[in-house]
């Protein structure tokens, strides 16, 4: 069974920073893309990020465009998402998401993806 777990979220004060950890098992297939979402309340799911297990290319939204940075580790099949700068507006759940053996997809839908973690709550507040 294809298991995602995020971790890493909690309270951070405006400025600061925050890791992200996205742990996946039971996906055998070895290309596939990582997404990154988000949801505040009363929102929509927003993606902010993905990236290719193929070759760790990455592709970001403007609203999180240099102040996040996707990475992975093979080994450990885990993804991570660095956030810097954090702003109160940053404030939501954060979500990861696989999607592989597919062609048509969109990097920032979350309609794209067919696995989902449960979600970690980032907070950014003084």
């Known amino acids: 069974q294809v298991q995602l777990v995020e971790s890493g979220g909690g309270l951070v004060q405006p400025g600061g920073s925050l890791r992200l950890s996205c742990a996946i098992s039971?996906?055998?297939?070895?290309?596939?893309?990582i997404g990154w979402f988000r949801q505040a309340p009363g929102k929509e799911r927003e993606g902010i990020s993905c990236i290719s297990t193929t070759d760790d290319s990455t592709w970001y939204a403007d609203s999180v465009q240099g102040r996040l940075a996707l990475s992975r580790d093979t080994a450990k099949d885990t993804a991570y998402l660095q956030m810097n700068s954090l702003k109160p507006e940053d404030t939501a759940v954060y979500y990861c998401?696989?999607?592989?053996?597919?062609?048509?997809?969109?990097?920032?839908?979350?309609?794209?993806?067919?696995?989902w973690g449960q979600g970690t709550q980032v907070t950014v507040s003084s």
């Open positions: 039971g996906f055998t297939l070895k290309h596939y893309v």
């Open positions: 998401a696989v999607v592989g053996g597919r062609a048509d997809y969109n990097c920032y839908d979350p309609d794209s993806y067919d696995y």
